[in-house]
């Protein structure tokens, strides 16, 4: 209990499959579903304004029936298409709907009278000792429940087979972003940390944090369909069941190591300065957080524990992925020092359309003059210093897939030869929309950046290193659909002494 | 204590754009015209004196959109900082700017020809004055309003050498800029309206920076608000002089 109020367990989806694949949690989770669903556009607890809180699209997302219009202008454009992305408001916006919506499903679960404690359970799709972990659970492929009535937690648009199988690759679940010892990491040419760059609100920013790269976007491009867009990924039950993952890895990375993995402790985020983050309740009342109110699930409001929040990660120190800190403590220990400046040593000159084959360009690269000086790659005696590629300004349409990253792959070999030379994914979720100026901050495309640091400093080792230039390599996970196209507004290096 | 500063410019490549800025708020204060200010007006004065362009007109326009403009770049000149090579990065700034101020130059001949074309009907300053508040006040809550400020924010690849590195910031200068004035233009009638009134460019450009920094709609509307409600104040003390 935590203030007078029952704590309850999100429990591991595939742990409830095995007891039952219709486990009463996913059973009453279908009944549930169905009973949103027949909600009015307007009603705020029902499934499609639920989905559109999220993003909406009127080419996309199902079109409103007679009799039941969609919410009013001024409505929509205060609490619709408010996801936060590329932002370090990522974790705490998607915990508040999360848990909004988690309490219009419970309420829902009571009215038809299920259990009075109902929770979300989450997929953990990275559980190496489950060979099913990356499959979708049964109950949400089989078309039907047991009493023979529709199955709501099964959507068509998934790109998934009769198993199940939605293509998840280990390397799409991949948890090394727990590494990293950074929250909001600096952005400007390196990486945005764990949570990602400290932004305002943030409908589709430049600077996810590792999470929200992998497994967040990577999950959502390979189960594609509805899940493969802002737009549309609230539409498809198992979102709700990927993002109480997310929510959970948040937990795990703070556990992991509670003296160095820390929340922001600065007033814009705790706060979420200059913006506000409003939602609807179980009985379509407004509510109003802050990031700082969900900071901590087991106390008020929350009251929430997951089963299992275990290091998954092998035993080992943490790595410094992002960076240090984002601020470190200078010789006496008093002033906080910022983060080193991050400097761009090479890019490419033009646009990259991907092929649906390998794409490989070569970067060239330049000393450093400023003040990453001291951080010449090719020199591994050097002072410590990080290495990171930045993938601009990525812009798209359609369905498009998420790309493997190598470096320097022998030109005529395969990928498939050197996994040693990947350096990172590329998801491409929200690319249609982040490419669309006519939407909410739109045009940029997306931007994300990988520590290439373990892989460069292997091979200058090795004595493989160019310091005048490197090749990158992008290998699409699944064939692209027809019309979907993906290019790369440049790619960049950038050094940063430590 | 040098080794700080050092580090203050480096990470914060616009000072030189704020600084001009700065130094441009300086000269404003010498191109307002005190006798339009609000309380001398009376509804029957006429701005004759700007019937016909003149070269200070040019001048003054400069000297105000570098003033008002160029703090509303910062981000985007952070940008292209840290997009660049080291030792380009403020050659990279000075063509961006370049090209984004140019875009205002042009955008002033239009907008100074269309006040003197309007003030030539004899329309004075007293009538003009609540007329751009009121249009002012309209476009911060038009959709318009609201997808140029978006392309305000957007960013874009820059070529890292040579002349495309060049020619790729003053491209982003250019799309900047007229983005900008989309969003701006109505705003700047304003003090075009009220001969360059040192508080009407300090009101315009805090809500120009609040829109700027804010990505919901909540500083637009209290913006119309303002300015709704300047133009009935304007509006009522014209009434109350006859």
Not at chain 1, 175 to 193: P, Q
Not at chain 2, 52 to 74: H, Q
Not at chain 2, 141 to 165: D, F, I
Request: glycine letters at 8%; charged letters at 15%; a neutral charge.
């Amino acid at each position: 209990m935590a203030n007078g109020l029952a704590v309850r367990q999100r429990r591991d989806v595939w742990r409830l499959t095995a007891i039952d694949p219709w486990h009463p949690t996913l059973l009453w989770y279908s009944k549930a579903v169905q009973v949103m669903q027949t909600r009015r556009y307007t009603d705020p607890t029902g499934w499609l304004y639920q989905a559109g809180i999220h993003d909406y699209a009127s080419q996309v997302t199902p079109p409103p029936k007679p009799g039941d219009p969609l919410p009013s202008s001024s409505e929509q454009k205060r609490f619709w298409r408010r996801c936060q992305h590329g932002s370090w408001f990522f974790l705490p916006w998607h915990r508040m709907y999360l848990f909004d919506f988690e309490r219009i499903v419970a309420a829902a679960v009571t009215a038809l009278g299920g259990p009075a404690d109902w929770s979300l359970p989450y997929w953990n799709y990275s559980d190496v000792a489950n060979p099913n972990g990356r499959l979708l659970p049964p109950a949400f492929i089989e078309p039907n429940l047991p009493d023979g009535t529709p199955n709501s937690l099964r959507v068509e648009k998934r790109d998934y087979t009769a198993t199940g199988n939605v293509d998840v690759s280990a390397a799409d679940v991949d948890l090394s972003c727990l590494e990293d010892t950074v929250f909001a990491g600096a952005g400007n040419g390196a990486t945005g940390g764990f949570g990602g760059q400290i932004t305002g609100f943030s409908h589709n920013g430049s600077g996810p944090g590792g999470l929200e790269r992998t497994p967040h976007g990577t999950v959502h491009g390979s189960v594609g369909g509805f899940m493969g867009r802002f737009e549309t990924a609230g539409l498809d039950p198992i979102f709700w069941l990927h993002h109480a993952n997310i929510d959970r890895l948040w937990e795990v990375w703070r556990q992991r190591s509670p003296l160095t993995h820390t929340d922001p402790s600065e007033a814009a985020w705790l706060n979420a300065t200059g913006t506000t983050f409003e939602f609807h309740d179980e009985n379509g009342t407004i509510v109003q957080w802050l990031p700082r109110q969900v900071a901590t699930t087991t106390a008020s409001p929350l009251n929430y524990t997951y089963e299992d929040v275990s290091d998954p990660l092998p035993a080992k120190v943490a790595a410094v992925s992002g960076g240090i800190a984002i601020t470190m403590k200078n010789a006496s220990g008093s002033t906080p020092m910022p983060m080193p400046l991050a400097e761009l040593v090479g890019a490419t000159g033009a646009p990259l359309p991907m092929r649906p084959e390998i794409t490989t360009v070569e970067v060239p690269l330049r000393a450093p003059s400023g003040p990453a000086r001291i951080a010449d790659a090719l020199d591994v005696t050097r002072p410590a210093r990080r290495v990171f590629l930045n993938l601009e300004n990525i812009t798209g349409q359609g369905d498009p897939t998420n790309y493997s990253v190598y470096l320097n792959i022998p030109p005529g070999q395969s990928p498939a030869q050197h996994e040693e030379l990947f350096v990172g994914s590329m998801p491409t979720f929200g690319v249609t929309e982040a490419s669309n100026i006519q939407h909410p901050h739109g045009g940029s495309g997306l931007t994300h950046v990988l520590d290439i640091t373990a892989v460069v400093d292997r091979l200058a080792a090795q004595g493989d290193w160019d310091a005048g230039k490197v090749r990158v390599s992008f290998l699409p996970r699944k064939p692209l659909k027809p019309g979907a196209q993906v290019q790369v507004g440049r790619v960049s290096v950038y050094y940063r002494s430590e | 204590m040098i080794a700080h500063c050092r580090d203050f410019f480096a990470r914060n490549p616009q000072w030189w754009a704020l600084l001009l800025s700065a130094c441009a708020w300086i000269t404003l204060p010498a191109i307002a015209h005190p006798a339009h200010e609000m309380s001398s007006m009376s509804g029957s004065e006429h701005v004759s004196h700007a019937l016909t362009p003149r070269w200070s007109d040019a001048f003054n326009w400069i000297a105000m959109t570098t003033a008002m403009m160029l703090p509303l770049t910062a981000s985007s000149v952070q940008t292209v900082a840290i997009r660049s090579l080291w030792n380009r990065r403020h050659r990279a700034i000075a063509f961006f700017l370049l090209a984004y101020v140019t875009c205002w130059v042009i955008a002033g001949l239009f907008l100074n020809a269309a006040f003197r074309a309007t003030l030539h009907t004899a329309v004075s300053t007293i009538v003009l004055l609540p007329i751009t508040l009121g249009i002012a006040a309209v476009w911060e809550l038009t959709s318009l309003k609201e997808l140029a400020l978006r392309r305000c924010h957007r960013t874009e690849p820059l070529a890292p050498v040579g002349w495309r590195a060049d020619w790729s910031c003053i491209r982003f200068g250019f799309r900047q800029g007229s983005a900008c004035i989309v969003s701006c233009w109505a705003l700047m009638l304003v003090p075009l309206a009220i001969q360059h009134s040192l508080a009407s460019m300090a009101g315009v450009e805090l809500i120009a920076l609040t829109g700027r920094c804010r990505a919901d709609r909540k500083p637009h509307m209290i913006a119309a608000g303002l300015l709704a409600g300047a133009m009935l104040a304007v509006l009522v003390k014209v009434r109350a002089q006859g």
